[in-house]
């Protein structure tokens, strides 16, 4: 990586830095670009080089998001991975970032990046292959998806919107408990 590449990813990673420690402390509708820029001290000019607006922080950040979510899954072997491994591994996978979504969470914005992240995760089913996965239509994959992602994504909210959440493994093991309890 040459020296520019490096500074531009320093850069954005300042910003991005500089947006949440703002959204600690002020509402997100009130945030600035030229705050933003001031708290990573850097010009707005610098900011307008890798983001159109505030808006594009958010956008960015879901796009990374899915990007290192299949590198995590890429991590486990499709021929032996269990339906139980990928729960832990989500649930690992949010807990590691806890700090910023319970950010977004407080500030709203969590919830209202399900649309994009949906619109995406069909793409992230077929990229990985898990012996459950089945083949169907375009259609019947983007329900599958849009349902569980839908279910997940309620209960990354819940979880996460607490000061001190319980650990990822309670999570997992007690999501896996309800999902497999038989109901007479």
Same mark, same amino acid.
């Given at each position: 990586? =040459?020296?520019?590449?490096?500074?531009?990813?320093?850069?954005?990673?300042? !910003?991005?830095?500089?947006?949440?420690?703002?959204?600690?402390?002020?509402?997100?509708?009130?945030?600035?670009?030229?705050?933003?820029?001031?708290?990573?001290?850097?010009? *707005?000019?610098?900011?307008?080089?890798?983001?159109?607006?505030?808006?594009?922080?958010?956008?960015?950040?879901?796009?990374?998001?899915?990007?290192?979510?299949?590198?995590?899954?890429?991590?486990? =072997?499709?021929?032996?991975?269990?339906? =139980?491994?990928?729960?832990?591994?989500? /649930?690992?996978? &949010?807990?590691?970032?806890?700090? *910023?979504?319970?950010?977004?969470?407080?500030?709203?914005? /969590? &919830?209202?990046? !399900?649309?994009?992240?949906?619109?995406?995760?069909?793409?992230?089913?077929?990229?990985?292959?898990?012996?459950?996965?089945?083949?169907?239509?375009?259609?019947?994959?983007? !329900? !599958?998806?849009?349902? &569980?992602?839908?279910?997940?994504?309620?209960?990354?909210?819940?979880?996460?919107?607490?000061?001190?959440?319980?650990?990822?493994?309670?999570?997992?093991?007690?999501?896996?408990?309800?999902?497999?309890?038989?109901?007479?």
């Amino acid at each position: 990586m =040459d020296g520019h590449t490096k500074l531009a990813q320093q850069s954005r990673t300042w !910003l991005i830095d500089a947006f949440f420690e703002l959204l600690t402390q002020q509402g997100y509708e009130t945030l600035t670009v030229k705050a933003i820029a001031d708290q990573a001290q850097l010009s *707005r000019r610098t900011f307008y080089r890798f983001f159109k607006d505030k808006s594009a922080i958010l956008d960015y950040l879901g796009q990374q998001f899915l990007t290192d979510y299949a590198a995590a899954l890429q991590t486990l =072997d499709p021929k032996t991975v269990t339906f =139980d491994d990928i729960v832990m591994l989500f /649930f690992h996978f &949010m807990w590691q970032r806890r700090k *910023r979504l319970h950010c977004l969470i407080q500030q709203n914005l /969590f &919830m209202t990046r !399900l649309p994009t992240m949906m619109s995406q995760a069909a793409q992230l089913y077929q990229q990985f292959e898990a012996p459950w996965h089945r083949a169907g239509s375009p259609e019947q994959i983007k !329900l !599958l998806m849009t349902f &569980m992602l839908g279910g997940y994504w309620t209960v990354i909210n819940d979880w996460l919107a607490h000061d001190d959440p319980v650990p990822p493994e309670e999570l997992a093991n007690n999501l896996l408990l309800a999902l497999k309890t038989k109901r007479s």
